[in-house]
């Protein structure tokens, strides 16, 4: 095995391509680049020889997948023959379903997880609301029903709520818009 150079732009792309192919711990179905989490690659001076740093920016900062996430990139960037390989965790700013790709939110709904849609942003100040905010109807991922019901707030994980069908009464998980 040979090491990659990426002090250029070919080696930086050979990268990327090796990340377009890891999978997320959670949801397997999708790769990190799908969920956007890989933000940058930079080639840095370490040691008189090139390292590969990877911008990660995980999805909220208590997320329990963050230290597999991280090693999983080292181990396939490593096993291309990049090395050394730094991961660097970047909190700001805050990661956004948003950074989603839209063939990641399609392998979501293939998958039977409801793809979050865009995020709403106000512009200016944002008034603080007592009121509770009103529900779009998330469409089924199996039936594409608008017919649905949120069950719970939360799904197998904090990112995700509970909801089920109304239509094909198939119980789903919905990938919350953050």
């Known amino acids: 095995m040979h ?11 050979a990268a990327w391509a090796v ?3 890891v999978p997320d711990p959670e949801v397997p179905a999708l790769t990190l680049c799908d969920l956007g989490i890989v933000r940058e690659l930079r080639a840095q001076p370490e040691h008189g020889a ?7 920016t995980p ?11 991280a090693q999983s990139v080292r181990d396939a960037l490593e096993s291309a023959g990049f090395a050394p390989v730094r991961v660097t ?10 950074w989603m790709s839209e063939d990641g939110k399609r392998k979501l709904r293939e998958y039977g997880i409801a793809p979050p849609g865009p995020v709403q942003r106000p512009e ?12 779009e109807s998330v469409p089924c991922p199996r039936c594409d029903s608008p017919r649905t019901e949120r069950l719970s707030a939360f799904g197998s994980t904090a990112c995700k709520a509970l909801y089920r069908c109304l239509a ?7 990938f919350k818009p953050i």
Do not use: K, M
């Open 124 to 135: 200016g100040a944002v008034p603080v609301r007592w009121l509770p905010r009103l529900r």
């Open 3 to 13: 090491a990659h150079a990426c002090e250029n732009a070919s080696g930086i792309s």
């Open 19 to 21: 990340l377009a192919t």
């Open 50 to 56: 090139q390292a590969l740093e990877v911008v990660l």
């Open 168 to 174: 094909c009464q198939e119980p789903f998980e919905h």
């Open 89 to 98: 965790l970047q909190r700001a700013p805050a990661w956004t379903t948003d």
């Open 59 to 69: 999805t909220y900062s208590g997320c329990p997948a963050t230290e597999v996430i």
